[in-house]
T-cell receptor, first 118, second 114 residues
Framework: ETGVTQSPTHLIKTRGQQVTLRCSSQSGHNTVSWYQQALGQGPQFIFQYYREEENGRGNFPPRFSGLQFPNYSSELNVNALELDDSALYLC?????????????????FGPGTRLTVL | EDQVTQSPEALRLQEGESSSLNCSYTVSGLRGLFWYRQDPGKGPEFLFTLYSAGEEKEKERLKATLTKKESFLHITAPKPEDSATYLCAVQADDRGSTLGRLYFGRGTQLTVWP
């Protein structure tokens, strides 16, 4: 069984640039959630994808967007990068039951992508 | 608003010195409470899921318990390799929404010295 993988491991960008982060979900999982973790903080929910559609988002602006592909892998895109976007970006996959992502068990996390914005 | 508070923020233990970490939560209804371990610069590693008050789960030197308002992670005779940040997260029981998001606390940074 393959776990959650993310790429790249590290990334350095300058303010105003755009970035794309990638995530491959664990085998058999159909739901992907993205979280942002600033240094010394707990992860903050960005959004969740289920059946290739955004299922809901946290308190993040529209310049944070994403995609989910038919194989359940996912991308997180951030436009117009700001200094405060520097953080560890985490992808988590889970298996949603018949009730949808609400009806899901444990979320399993990937190793994260460390984004630094200069 | 749903909130998760963890205490203490940091804990230093000598090897073999047992202790407990606390996670208190306020949600309209609890779908599940999750404990994760996180090493520096890495993603959270799943430890336990608890669903209802009175439930307990164990794994090696760790034991998680759940009440209606809080959860405890008990560490018995810790070893230096148990040093990490321990995160608590909750999923609200909101059947009006299809969203399965987690609300995290800020974590407890545990250091176990020989």
């Amino acid at each position: 069984e393959t776990g959650v993988t993310q790429s790249p491991t590290h990334l350095i960008k300058t303010r105003g640039q755009q970035v794309t982060l990638r995530c491959s979900s664990q085998s058999g999982h159909n739901t992907v959630s993205w979280y942002q973790q600033a240094l010394g903080q707990g992860p903050q929910f960005i959004f969740q994808y289920y059946r290739e559609e955004e299922n809901g988002r946290g308190n993040f602006p529209p310049r944070f967007s994403g995609l989910q592909f038919p194989n359940y892998s996912s991308e997180l895109n951030v436009n117009a990068l700001e200094l405060d976007d520097s953080a560890l970006y985490l992808c988590a996959s889970s298996l949603a039951g018949e009730g949808g992502p609400w009806d899901t068990d444990t979320q399993y996390f990937g190793p994260g992508t460390r984004l630094t914005v200069l | 608003e749903d909130q998760v508070t963890q205490s203490p923020e940091a804990l230093r233990l000598q090897e073999g010195e047992s202790s407990s970490l606390n996670c208190s939560y306020t949600v309209s209804g609890l779908r599940g409470l999750f404990w994760y371990r996180q090493d520096p610069g890495k993603g959270p590693e799943f430890l336990f899921t608890l669903y209802s008050a009175g439930e307990e789960k164990e794994k090696e030197r760790l034991k998680a318990t759940l009440t209606k308002k809080e959860s405890f992670l008990h560490i018995t005779a810790p070893k230096p390799e148990d040093s990490a940040t321990y995160l608590c997260a909750v999923q609200a029981d909101d059947r009006g929404s299809t969203l399965g998001r987690l609300y995290f606390g800020r974590g407890t940074q545990l250091t176990v010295w020989p």
